[in-house]
């Protein structure tokens, strides 16, 4: 008797993920994680399904490399304040690095290239947060610019959680037009029946992103010549 595997079409493809720790030392970093991080791992797993579901390998391409461009940009600028912030660190003479008291502990599920580079995105926002500390701590930058700095990345963050989120509403557009609107809910309730952490609704997301905008104050957006003083 032949073998039959449980499940139908819809039950979708065996994912390859692996388990990575996070951990996150800084308070700002933590709460990053809280508003952003969900929604938008959420996001780039329901992009991955609805492209397997539409099966067109340029599109699949087209969408992979417009998602993973914009967490690059967003990292090369994170890149470019680290080596600043390095910079002024040891232009002063600072060695030590903090200590934290309550860092956060995370263990995420790498299901995609990009869930995984988000993941980088946020170790790097944290150690130029470190950076801020201990610049803070050394008395060489005082606390209306830390806390603007802190704001600033935010509000980068946020605008590309808006991004990736916008990503996903265009893939299921696109699922829809090509008739696959169905298998795109069937495959998405067969995740979450399996206890996978979904949010499906990009306007909830996308308001629930501008809420916290909001409770920020106003703030310009980061700029990697800024200086201190």
Avoid at 12 to 32: A, G, I
């Amino acid at each position: 008797m032949a073998e039959t595997q449980s499940g139908s079409g819809t039950d979708l493809y065996s994912r390859p993920s692996f388990t990575q720790s996070l951990v996150l030392n800084s308070e700002y970093s933590k709460r990053v994680h809280q508003r952003y991080f969900k929604p938008v791992v959420s996001a780039l797993y329901m992009i991955d399904t609805i492209l397997y579901i539409i099966g067109e390998k340029d599109h699949i391409d087209q969408v992979q490399e417009a998602v993973s461009g914009l967490i690059d940009a967003c990292t090369q600028d994170l890149l470019r304040e680290i080596e600043r912030l390095e910079k002024l660190r040891d232009d002063n003479g600072v060695s030590g690095t903090p200590k934290y008291s309550n860092p956060g502990r995370y263990d995420i599920e790498i299901v995609s290239p990009q869930v995984s580079q988000f993941v980088s995105l946020m170790l790097k926002m944290d150690d130029a947060m470190k950076l801020v500390d201990t610049l803070w701590l050394s008395n060489i930058i005082p606390n209306d610019k830390r806390a603007d700095t802190e704001r600033q990345w935010q509000l980068r963050i946020q605008k590309l959680a808006r991004r990736i989120i916008s990503l996903r509403g265009s893939a299921y557009r696109e699922a829809r037009a090509r008739g696959k609107t169905t298998e795109v809910e069937t495959a998405t309730q067969a995740l979450i029946d399996k206890g996978v952490d979904l949010d499906t609704d990009d306007g909830k997301d996308l308001a629930d992103i501008e809420t916290d905008g909001e409770e920020e104050t106003e703030a310009v957006a980061p700029k990697s010549t800024r200086r201190y003083g």
